[in-house]
């Protein structure tokens, strides 16, 4: 069974620019979250979707969006981008939200903002 | 607010050791807890989940222990490799927060030839 793939895995913008990201969670897997990683503050999560529907929001700008569709893949967006945004996107799948539901993450994209 | 801490921050050791890594949290409200390999610059590999009910779970020659009363979970390895250099990461799941993860800040471990 193929993992978490996210798509593209490096891109490097500049600010005031927008970038989208890819993230197709493993086959059957209809919840998909997505995290901020940066050396100063760690993993920081963003948004959860599970059946096409945020379920959790993490403490990000309105900037930071996303969204998912009917076949569980998923976005985000970060729109007027900053020097901050630079980091590695990390998403994540799981099959349920439930309590049993086992994290799985995909390779991460490396967003570099100029 | 839930907050998770791992000790220590950084460790060495010569190959063939074995070693403990900690991890603590602040509220034990948690579904579970799952440990986490992070090679440089990669994502995550997902090494051990411990369901709250659970005292323990094991993998080779990893297991992880969980208390989740006084909010720690401890990481064994044994007879440690150089290919075991990694950053070990412990995130909680916390009952209120569908899937979202609580991650500690990691403990960064190389394993010396």
């Known amino acids: 069974k193929a993992g978490v793939t996210q798509t593209p895995r490096y891109l490097i913008k500049t600010r005031g620019q927008q970038v989208t990201l890819s993230c197709s969670p493993i086959s059957g897997h209809r919840s998909v979250s997505w995290y901020q990683q940066t050396p100063g503050q760690g993993l920081q999560f963003l948004f959860e979707y599970f059946s096409e529907t945020q379920r959790n929001k993490g403490n990000f700008p309105g900037r930071f969006s996303g969204r998912q569709f009917s076949n569980s893949r998923s976005e985000m967006n970060v729109s007027t981008l900053e020097l901050g945004d630079s980091a590695l996107y990390l998403c994540?799948?799981?099959?349920?939200?439930?309590?049993?539901?086992?994290?799985?993450f995909g390779p991460g994209t490396r967003l570099t903002v100029l | 607010k839930q907050e998770v801490t791992q000790i220590p921050a950084a460790l060495s050791v010569p190959e063939g050791e074995n070693l403990v890594l900690n991890c603590s949290f602040t509220d034990s409200a948690i579904y579970n807890l799952q440990w986490f390999r992070q090679d440089p610059g990669k994502g995550l590999t997902s090494l051990l989940l411990?369901?709250?009910?659970?005292r323990e779970q094991t993998s080779g020659r990893l297991n992880a222990s969980l208390d989740k009363s006084s909010g720690r979970s401890t990481l064994y390895i044994a007879a440690s490799q150089p290919g075991d250099s990694a950053t070990y990461l412990c995130a909680v799941r916390p009952e209120t927060s569908g899937s979202r993860l609580t991650f500690g800040e990691g403990t960064q471990l190389t394993v010396n030839p």
């Open positions: 994540a799948s799981s099959w349920t939200t439930g309590a049993q539901g086992e994290q799985f």
């Open positions: 411990i369901q709250s009910s659970q």
